[in-house]
């Protein structure tokens, strides 16, 4: 059957701050990681991704931290704009098995707002 | 441009009816994706595709049927055995290459029930 809906986490920062977006993930196996970024009514976007064989990866304005021995990724946005706002997912990539190739395993997602 | 088309945006269903949301990718990529999106949810996969001719179910097909007939085409059927189909459904897209792939989105089909 449908499972119970959930409410996202929420984080709400002031608009200049930094956000600090959190996620766990449950494999360890997992090689690559992926941060993407859901606006109201459309599809997840790509923002950035980091391997297993690095701890910090940057771009333009955000960073995302892997720390595998706790299995935890984040992802930083510096100087938080409105535009920010949205739904942010972290996604780990693990291999299928028989079928072969990946597949990927998205988190519950965490809803940023933006006050400006 | 090089994108993923979903249509319609907006479909509404009758009891008992079969509906199709479409899903069109110009990016050449071998593999495609259909995952459901319920309000303050994450995405739960459908079905995926690797190749032409061939799909997989994921975690939730049951009720869902579809085909892909081109490379380029990855339609889902809503069948009237999904007993609540209210929810926002996305198509995806990647090459498949490995370990970094990465999913390309549409911009969905709210599907509901009237």
């Known amino acids: 059957g449908e499972s119970v809906g959930l409410h996202l986490p929420t984080l709400s920062v002031q608009e200049g701050d930094n956000s600090i977006i959190n996620c766990a993930y449950s494999?360890?196996?997992?090689?690559?990681f992926i941060w993407y970024k859901q606006e109201s009514g459309k599809g997840p976007q790509f923002i950035i991704d980091?391997?297993?064989?690095?701890d910090k990866r940057q771009g333009q304005r955000v960073t995302v931290l892997l720390n595998k021995t706790v299995k935890h990724l984040s992802l930083q946005i510096a100087a938080t704009q409105p535009g920010d706002s949205a739904v942010y997912f972290c996604?780990?990539?693990?291999?299928?098995?028989?079928?072969?190739?990946?597949?990927?395993?998205f988190g519950a997602g965490t809803r940023l707002f933006v006050k400006a | 441009d090089g994108g993923i088309t979903q249509s319609p945006k907006y479909l509404f269903r009758k009891e008992g009816q079969n509906v199709t949301l479409s899903c069109e990718q110009n990016?050449?990529?071998?593999?495609m994706y259909w995952y459901r999106q319920d309000p303050g949810q994450g995405l739960r996969l459908i079905y995926y595709?690797?190749?032409?001719?061939?799909?997989q179910k994921g975690d939730i097909a049951e009720g869902y049927s579809v085909s892909r007939e081109k490379k380029e085409s990855f339609p889902l059927t809503v069948t009237s055995a999904q007993k609540n189909p209210t929810a926002f459904y996305l198509c995806?897209?990647?090459?498949?290459?490995?370990?970094?792939?990465?999913?390309?989105f549409g911009s969905g089909t709210q599907l509901s029930v009237l």
């Open positions: 995806a897209s990647s090459s498949d290459r490995g370990f970094n792939e990465k999913l390309f």
């Open positions: 494999n360890s196996a997992s090689d690559y």
């Open positions: 980091i391997r297993s064989n690095m």
């Open positions: 996604a780990e990539n693990i291999r299928r098995g028989k079928t072969g190739g990946f597949k990927t395993i």
């Open positions: 990016l050449n990529h071998d593999a």
């Open positions: 595709s690797q190749i032409v001719n061939d799909f």
